[in-house]
């Protein structure tokens, strides 16, 4: 993939929004983690996407746009950036009104465009814009609001949306050109529950900008998105700061998880990419040049701070916005303007990694203990052998909480399972897979771990953490098994095995890769981080590079007197993130094979 090439394509539709106001008491910037003020107007910024023709359905367009002005393109872009300064009417509703939105007197709104879309220019430039209508998304909507929803249980684990990248310093009235907001995300007068956030978050706004755009390029869009895929953000962060300098910045991740889980029709997508305050809006690209969605404000967990990127897919979008927008784009130089060849995008040669990654990915399992934390898991072998960590089961012993009260595990250091502690286990684990022993695992399959694990499992089952239960993943479906445990280990490896009652049908084992890492080389990290059992979502990817190898040393030949050692790498880390719940993940390389597992 030639990133460059796709972002020199990308940028003939990536815009800044910039809407400046009157703003007698410094009001309009809540929520807004930056903004300017300055002789009682705000101005605020976000990051948009300018519409090419061939996207446009034609009557309905044509007659939005005749009303609008004549030459005028259309450019979308998040609601939040424009409702500060709407009439006070349509401000306070939570559903958008028939009637034709205004902006209070004294309100603006200008596009900063790349200068190679108007001839004769080079540096970007300013156009003025106007309001068409907001929009709102219901599909993306409902899948936000139900993970909202899903964590309402739990206060400390509740989400907010909004950047939590402002000032700590109290609120007073701004009197500098540049301000950080303080106050809460949801103030006191809005009504503070899950659906009003999904949809504040979700909704859109289209402006009107007198632009000619006879040499702008056609646009495709992705056929299908999937986790692991390369995206692609344009995007202006802290544009009002100083909008050149800002402008369109390039941020690449990938896609970490889809929701629903399993549909064909995404309603959201859960982005692992670097993003700041004033990206909201700023188009998603695959590594083709095709448009994913549009990224918008971030899910943000309220004990943590951590904040979970949010995409609405392209599918949901024109769902909404039907009578304006084309599900695929116009065939009139679809392919022979734009595509492979203008891209000079080389064939696909990583579909067999992603196809082993996805595969791999079925091996993650998600466990709850009692039915209150959970974590993640990896299936070993068809016999329903699962990998775990020890501070899921004993968290007192590592000084933890449970899921609930860990902070933010990014740049956590997992272990190889080649490791000392457990090379007297592992061998037999894995050679477990070639045996061939009943679907209902015997009583005698424990001995395997050795005759101590007895004792210990009866010990154990005595402090009450009777309820182990996994959830496995299996061709888009769930199924849920009681498991037990059946080794702890006592020392530094904060690992731990299960082993389910009941094996329900064919299982997917993790394949290994017990050899040392190169530095620099991709590493997934593959867990249930963040969302635990009643949010409805398969296992999230993250990815990163192996960052450094710990290796140990051991003697090859413990009954000889020769002295003879052999090197393995004991410990590994990853530039991958790794939030709560993630632990007892795997660490997988480019092929899907196993090379580590997430603890703390």
């Given at each position: 993939?030639?990133?460059?090439?796709?972002?020199?394509?990308?940028?003939?539709?990536?815009?800044?929004?910039?809407?400046?106001?009157?703003?007698?008491?410094?009001l309009k910037?809540?929520?807004?983690?930056?903004?300017?003020?300055?002789?009682?107007?705000?101005?605020?910024?976000?990051?948009?996407?300018?519409?090419?023709?061939?996207?446009?359905?034609?009557?309905?367009?044509?007659?939005?746009?005749?009303?609008?002005?004549?030459?005028m393109?259309?450019?979308?872009?998040?609601?939040?950036?424009?409702?500060?300064?709407?009439?006070?009417?349509h401000?306070?509703?939570?559903?958008?009104?028939?009637?034709p939105?205004?902006?209070?007197?004294?309100?603006?709104?200008?596009?900063?465009?790349?200068?190679?879309?108007?001839?004769?220019?080079?540096?970007?430039?300013?156009?003025?814009?106007?309001?068409?209508?907001?929009?709102?998304?219901?599909?993306?909507?409902?899948?936000?609001?139900?993970?909202?929803?899903?964590?309402?249980?739990?206060?400390?684990?509740?989400?907010?949306?909004?950047?939590?990248?402002?000032?700590?310093?109290?609120?007073?009235?701004?009197?500098?050109?540049?301000?950080?907001?303080?106050?809460?995300?949801?103030?006191?007068?809005?009504?503070?529950?899950?659906?009003?956030?999904?949809?504040?978050?979700?909704?859109m706004?289209?402006?009107?900008?007198?632009?000619?755009?006879?040499?702008?390029?056609?646009?495709?869009?992705?056929?299908?998105?999937?986790?692991?895929?390369t995206?692609?953000?344009?995007?202006?962060?802290?544009g009002?700061?100083?909008?050149?300098?800002?402008?369109?910045?390039?941020?690449?991740?990938?896609?970490?998880?889809?929701?629903?889980?399993?549909?064909l029709?995404?309603?959201?997508?859960?982005?692992?990419?670097?993003?700041?305050?004033?990206?909201?809006?700023?188009?998603?690209?695959d590594?083709?040049?095709?448009?994913?969605?549009?990224?918008?404000?971030?899910?943000?967990?309220?004990?943590?701070?951590?904040?979970?990127?949010?995409?609405?897919?392209?599918?949901?979008?024109?769902?909404?916005?039907?009578?304006?927008?084309?599900?695929?784009?116009?065939?009139?130089?679809?392919?022979?303007?734009?595509?492979?060849?203008?891209?000079n995008?080389?064939?696909?040669?990583?579909?067999?990694?992603?196809?082993?990654?996805?595969k791999?990915?079925?091996?993650v399992?998600?466990?709850?203990?009692?039915?209150?934390?959970w974590?993640?898991?990896i299936?070993?072998?068809?016999?329903?052998?699962?990998?775990?960590?020890?501070?899921?089961?004993?968290?007192?012993?590592?000084?933890?909480?449970?899921?609930?009260?860990?902070?933010?595990?990014?740049?956590?250091?997992?272990?190889?399972?080649?490791?000392?502690?457990?090379?007297?286990?592992?061998?037999?684990?894995?050679?477990?897979k070639?045996?061939?022993?009943?679907?209902?695992?015997?009583?005698?399959?424990?001995?395997?771990?050795?005759?101590?694990?007895?004792e210990?499992?009866?010990?154990?089952?005595?402090?009450?953490?009777?309820?182990?239960?996994?959830?496995?993943?299996?061709?888009d479906?769930?199924?849920?098994?009681?498991?037990n445990?059946?080794?702890?280990?006592?020392e530094?490896?904060d690992?731990?095995l299960?082993?389910?009652?009941?094996?329900?049908?064919?299982?997917?084992?993790?394949?290994?890769?017990?050899?040392?890492?190169?530095l620099g080389?991709?590493?997934?990290v593959?867990?249930?981080?963040?969302?635990?059992?009643?949010?409805g979502?398969?296992?999230?990817?993250?990815?990163?590079?192996?960052?450094?190898?710990?290796?140990?040393?051991?003697?090859?030949?413990?009954?000889s007197?020769?002295?003879?050692?052999?090197?393995?790498?004991?410990?590994?880390?990853?530039?991958?993130?790794?939030?709560?719940?993630g632990?007892?993940?795997?660490?997988?390389?480019?092929?899907?094979?196993?090379?580590?597992?997430?603890?703390?």
């Open positions: 993939m030639d990133v460059s090439k796709v972002v020199s394509f990308s940028r003939n539709f990536a815009v800044l929004v910039k809407v400046e106001g009157p703003d007698p008491k410094g910037m809540r929520k807004h983690a930056f903004h300017q003020y300055h002789s009682g107007n705000a101005t605020l910024s976000a990051s948009g996407i300018l519409f090419p023709r061939n996207i446009l359905t034609g009557e309905a367009a044509a007659k939005v746009l005749f009303e609008a002005g004549q030459d393109a259309l450019v979308l872009t998040v609601a939040s950036v424009v409702e500060p300064f709407l009439t006070l009417g401000r306070t509703s939570s559903s958008i009104s028939q009637d939105v205004k902006l209070i007197p004294g309100a603006r709104i200008e596009i900063m465009v790349e200068g190679q879309l108007k001839s004769g220019k080079e540096a970007p430039f300013w156009v003025p814009a106007q309001l068409l209508s907001l929009v709102d998304v219901p599909v993306s909507s409902a899948a936000l609001q139900s993970l909202i929803e899903a964590s309402s249980g739990s206060k400390d684990s509740g989400w907010d949306v909004g950047w939590s990248l402002v000032s700590a310093a109290n609120g007073s009235q701004p009197s500098t050109k540049i301000e950080h907001y303080s106050k809460p995300l949801m103030q006191l007068d809005e009504p503070l529950n899950a659906n009003f956030m999904s949809k504040s978050a979700t909704r706004a289209l402006l009107g900008v007198p632009l000619s755009l006879l040499g702008q390029p056609n646009m495709n869009f992705a056929s299908s998105s999937s986790k692991g895929d995206l692609v953000a344009l995007g202006s962060p802290f009002i700061l100083s909008p050149v300098n800002f402008f369109n910045s390039v941020s690449t991740g990938s896609i970490a998880n889809c929701y629903p889980s399993g549909s029709k995404k309603s959201l997508m859960i982005a692992d990419v670097r993003c700041l305050p004033g990206m909201e809006g700023a188009p998603v690209f590594k083709n040049g095709h448009l994913i969605g549009i990224l918008i404000r971030p899910l943000r967990q309220k004990n943590s701070g951590v904040e979970i990127q949010l995409v609405v897919p392209w599918g949901a979008i024109t769902t909404a916005c039907r009578h304006l927008l084309l599900e695929e784009p116009s065939e009139a130089g679809k392919a022979s303007q734009w595509g492979s060849e203008a891209l995008v080389k064939s696909d040669t990583s579909i067999p990694a992603q196809v082993a990654i996805e791999a990915m079925e091996s399992c998600l466990i709850t203990v009692n039915d209150g934390v974590a993640s898991g299936i070993l072998n068809e016999h329903g052998l699962i990998l775990t960590n020890a501070h899921l089961l004993e968290p007192w012993r590592y000084g933890k909480g449970g899921v609930y009260g860990e902070g933010n595990d990014a740049g956590l250091k997992p272990y190889v399972l080649g490791a000392d502690e457990f090379s007297s286990t592992g061998g037999k684990v894995w050679e477990q070639s045996q061939t022993l009943p679907r209902k695992a015997p009583a005698n399959l424990y001995s395997s771990v050795g005759e101590n694990i007895r210990y499992k009866h010990n154990f089952l005595q402090t009450g953490h009777r309820d182990i239960r996994v959830r496995l993943c299996h061709l479906s769930w199924t849920w098994c009681t498991a445990m059946v080794y702890i280990c006592k530094q490896l690992i731990a299960l082993q389910l009652e009941y094996v329900p049908g064919k299982l997917q084992p993790i394949a290994a890769n017990f050899f040392s890492p190169p080389t991709t590493a997934h593959v867990g249930h981080g963040l969302f635990g059992p009643r949010c979502l398969s296992p999230s990817i993250c990815s990163g590079v192996v960052a450094k190898v710990v290796h140990a040393k051991r003697r090859l030949n413990t009954q007197i020769s002295q003879e050692v052999a090197e393995f790498p004991a410990m590994l880390e990853t530039t991958a993130a790794v939030h709560p719940g632990s007892g993940g795997a660490v997988l390389n480019s092929s899907g094979h196993m090379i580590g597992l997430v603890t703390r």
